[in-house]
């Protein structure tokens, strides 16, 4: 968790909070988390009983050690095989890189 920026953990916090909601009335089955970052929904999203694999470009900041992550670069394609997951999970933050771009102010439109 990016523990520097408490807006964006705030937000972060928020949208996996959402997401869990989303998902909490899907039968439980193999998940994938695209750009998983640090793990933490993944970790969530194995809390709720998912079977969750993960991916992400740079795989050196995940923390959960009982997930499987494998490094994806997503304009070549993931490592694993069509209809591999009943759920894919893609929360990615791409626009943090833009300059003055501001997550905790932007999603709140």
Known sequence: MNKSRPGVVELNARIHDR?????????????LDVG???GDLAAR????????????????????TDIEILSANLNV????RDGEFTAV?????????????????DYER
């Open 19 to 31: 997401v869990i909601e989303l998902l909490r009335v899907e039968a439980r089955g193999p998940l």
């Open 45 to 64: 999203l194995r809390d709720e009983k998912f079977d969750v694999k993960a991916v992400d470009l740079f795989t050196k900041d995940f923390l959960p």
């Open 89 to 105: 999970v893609a929360y990615l933050q791409t626009l943090g890189r833009a300059k003055d771009w501001r997550p905790d102010k």
């Open 36 to 38: 998983a970052g640090a």
């Open 77 to 80: 394609g993931i490592p694993y």
